[in-house]
């Protein structure tokens, strides 16, 4: 019958729409080989910069060189620690680093793909950075020698290590040396502290003594 042909026709195209449909549900995602390293992601991702590396390669543009390995990955000869912060900025608008990545490895990655947004958001992220340790405050550590008159134009000659000399205080004479006395002095120095222990392998290089 009629209707018994249309109900024939309507089940004959079901497995044609499935196929369709699993057909146009696999070209949404890409895979990425990213320095051997395999990412999977989805071309609406990869479109979020129309300007970008990947926005072109999502979009199998003819003029750029691309080739695909054994699985159908898309090659990139690039860094796979770096991209991942890369990717997920396409994919939510915010840049999330691990503690061990340096913003300039991103910016190098943002500026190769070409991520216009992202490049100008790490660049901000960095100067507030170099910002705030150019604002914490340098410490130091002083060091007070004492020594004689003829020593003292050696001893300041000869510091280094980052010994500066700071303060010279006259505590008067200290012994007669045939008929001229000997005056001595306190002398101040000082170095930056670095974050490091300091002990015998940072004392001032001078060969005065210390005797206070």
């Known amino acids: 019958s009629a209707a018994g042909s249309a109900a024939r026709r309507c089940v004959a195209h079901f497995p044609a729409e499935r196929n369709l449909s699993a057909s146009v549900g696999a070209s949404k995602w890409i895979r990425l080989n990213v320095g051997g390293t ?19 390669l999502s979009q199998a543009d003819p003029e750029l060189d691309s080739d695909k390995d054994e699985t159908g990955a898309y090659l990139i000869d690039r860094d796979p620690t770096y991209f991942g912060p890369v990717l997920n900025y396409l994919r939510h608008g915010k840049l999330v680093l691990n503690r061990d990545l340096a913003e300039e490895g991103v910016l190098e990655e943002a500026e190769f793909y070409n991520i216009t947004s992202l490049i100008k958001l790490i660049k901000e992220k960095i100067r507030e950075r170099d910002c705030k340790t150019s604002q914490v405050p340098v410490k130091h550590v002083y060091r007070v020698l004492q020594c004689q008159e003829e020593e003292l134009t050696q001893m300041v000659s000869t510091m280094s290590d980052g010994w500066k000399f700071e303060q010279l205080v006259s505590i008067g004479s200290s012994y007669n040396y045939g008929n001229e006395d000997q005056a001595e002095f306190l002398c101040v120095v000082s170095k930056e502290l670095h974050n490091q222990s300091y002990g015998t392998n940072s004392e001032p290089s001078e060969k005065a003594k210390v005797r206070v």
Do not use: I, N
């Open 38 to 56: 395999y990412f999977l992601t989805t071309r609406q991702t990869l479109c979020r910069d129309p300007k970008s590396f990947l926005y072109r």
